[in-house]
């Protein structure tokens, strides 16, 4: 189907309605699939990547065994931030099809029995937005500029920034714009990129567009929402400076002046009521950066959103004690508000957890080095059992399940996210993670598309494509379709909000959850351990006698005791 913008106000066929069998609170337990649009599956030979396409490949995703779909942005944009810089949240980028394409998707996808989450990104849009781009035009005085965080310069003519915010991709927060007659003139803020100006949220007209924008999507048939930047929107009253330099330090560790305000908390509330108001057990789900899962509770209060990404687990190394701290923590933080925990280790973010853990711990989440293939891909399997025995919903980032590594290498000339090129703040590699994965053995982009790959891919994709995995016993891919055909199986998997945790060697992390037991081994020897019953499912070869097992380096176990 030709990408062909559709125009927002043009007639659609009968709303697409949420066909989805129900399931009481099916979010509780979901394990959710983010899909990038543009390294998904490209349907028409252009190397970018489009809803067809994703379309086309629902039924791999409901054979792996997944609950829901959510996908990055494919909303109208410059693409100056891969489409987290939105022009019109009510139309599609022609790079990835029309509104058409979103309805049909939609609708497939329910008939497969496969709920669809789109991402809403209401802390900034892009500069090209009708709003700012008539703000600029309209000089000073503006009411369009209230909309947005415009303000005089310090200095004598203006010339500094209004404070010392500096941008998560580095430099200052802040843009001095050139007015209507030629002159230097206001600034704005933008907390990401210059080409990503800020929303006042202060002002109502924002609020409003936003709740609109919600009930579109919903009509469309929607079944949530993934909030960019949940923790944003809301700037402290006076936009005060923050007093220090290399701000990015304290990201995650202070609540900032302009991130996890308390303000947000009164947006979500009036959002939860739009949502209740439709059929289908809709959610909302928070990507929110916050100092402690503790603050990450507050987003997740009975009347506020379903569920909020868990970064501190993310974050952890492959460590028995530090994973045990953090899974408690969670599970502490989030029974008090009736919240699932969510548990997640990749995504378009951050380096793939197979690369991560394939290199020494302490090197953060975006690593330029690509360690140790074997032990990486041995930890990221171990990891991911681990992760779908915890209680409450788990989130895979597309081509995990292929044990796809990152791509570290690619050229400094091919690269595109905007990090890299602002020189400081974040590392700016996020590319390797958003390389398109590969289908087939063999082609110009392994079966992504007929026309090559928008970030070149390396030359061993195709002994990690699907084709080279599929049915091929204790091939990643099947360790996940395993995986996920067990959780779903077993009545004491799933939704829950405690484990029981069991006496282990050092280095092992073992719990008990009814009549389901995990264990993982994250050192790097063999271990001992009961044999608790009879194995459901290992990362790597278990042997058990006179009622023990052996639990090789780096391999999570599951059994039964029923």
């Known amino acids: 189907m030709s990408k062909q913008h559709f125009p927002a106000e043009s007639p659609l066929s009968e709303a697409a309605a949420t066909t989805v069998a129900p399931r009481r609170d099916w979010w509780r337990d979901a394990v959710i699939y983010q899909v990038y649009p543009r390294s998904f599956a490209d349907s028409d030979g252009d190397g970018m990547g489009d809803l067809e396409g994703v379309r086309s490949r629902l039924p791999y995703l409901r054979d792996l065994g997944v609950d829901a779909v959510w996908l990055s942005p494919f ?121 990503q100006p800020d929303f006042n949220w202060d002002h109502p007209a924002v609020g409003d567009e936003f709740r609109s924008i919600l009930r579109f999507w919903l009509d469309m048939g929607v079944d949530g ?92 190394e492959w460590d028995a004690d530090e994973l045990r701290v953090v899974i408690d923590r969670t599970l502490q933080a989030m029974r008090p508000v009736g919240a699932p925990a969510t548990w997640v280790l990749s995504n378009h973010d951050v380096t793939r957890h197979a690369t991560r853990f394939a290199n020494p711990p302490g090197l953060g989440t975006q690593i330029r080095s690509a360690g140790d293939r074997e032990l990486g891909l041995r930890r990221a399997r171990a990891a991911t059992l681990l992760m779908l025995a915890l209680p409450g919903s788990a989130y895979v980032y597309q081509g995990e399940e292929l044990g796809l590594p990152d791509v570290v ?51 061993h994709w195709g002994r990690l ?56 081994n994250t050192t790097g020897e063999s271990v001992t351990t009961p044999a608790y019953g009879r194995v459901l499912l290992t990362s790597g070869e278990v042997t058990e006698a006179d009622g023990e097992a052996k639990v090789p380096s780096d391999t999570t176990v599951w059994w039964t005791t029923a």
């Open 225 to 316: 929402f993934r909030i960019d930047v949940a923790h944003g929107l809301v700037k402290a009253e006076g936009l005060p400076d923050l007093g220090t330099h290399d701000q990015l330090k304290l990201l995650g560790n202070d609540v900032m002046p302009f991130f996890d305000q308390d303000g947000v908390h009164a947006i979500y509330r009036q959002w939860r009521h739009i949502l209740d108001e439709y059929s289908g057990e809709r959610i909302f789900v928070a990507e929110a950066w916050t100092p402690t899962v503790e603050r990450t509770a507050n987003y997740v209060r009975p009347d506020e959103l379903h569920q909020a990404f868990n970064f501190q687990y993310l974050s952890t």
């Open 409 to 459: 290498d690619l050229p400094d000339e091919v690269r595109q996210d905007p990090a890299y090129f602002r020189g400081e703040g974040q590392d700016g590699f996020r590319d390797g993670c958003r390389v398109p994965i590969p289908w087939t053995r063999e082609g110009s982009s392994y079966g992504f598309g007929g026309g090559g790959s928008w970030l070149p891919q390396p030359a």
């Open 465 to 520: 494509s699907v084709a080279a995995q599929q049915g091929v016993p204790g091939s990643t891919l099947e360790l996940y379709r395993s995986a996920l055909a067990a959780r779903r199986a077993h009545p004491d998997l799933g939704a829950g909000d405690g484990v029981e945790w069991l006496r282990a060697p050092e280095g092992v992390v073992a719990f008990r959850r009814g009549e389901f037991v995990c264990v993982a």
């Open 75 to 195: 909303y109208a944009s410059p693409q100056a931030d891969a489409g987290y810089d939105v022009a019109d949240y009510r139309a599609v980028d022609p790079m990835f099809g029309n509104l058409l394409d979103a309805d049909a998707l939609i609708r497939d996808a329910h008939a497969l029995g496969l709920r669809i989450i789109v991402d809403i990104v209401p802390n900034h849009s892009s500069d090209q937005h009708e709003w700012f781009r008539r703000a600029l035009a309209e000089g000073p005085g503006s009411p369009l500029r209230d909309r947005y965080h415009f303000r005089p310069g310090k200095g004598t003519d203006g010339e500094l920034p209004p404070n010392d915010w500096e941008s998560i991709f580095g430099g200052p927060a802040w843009t001095r714009v050139t007015e209507p007659d030629g002159t230097p003139g206001e600034w704005y803020l933008h907390l990401f990129a210059p080409e």
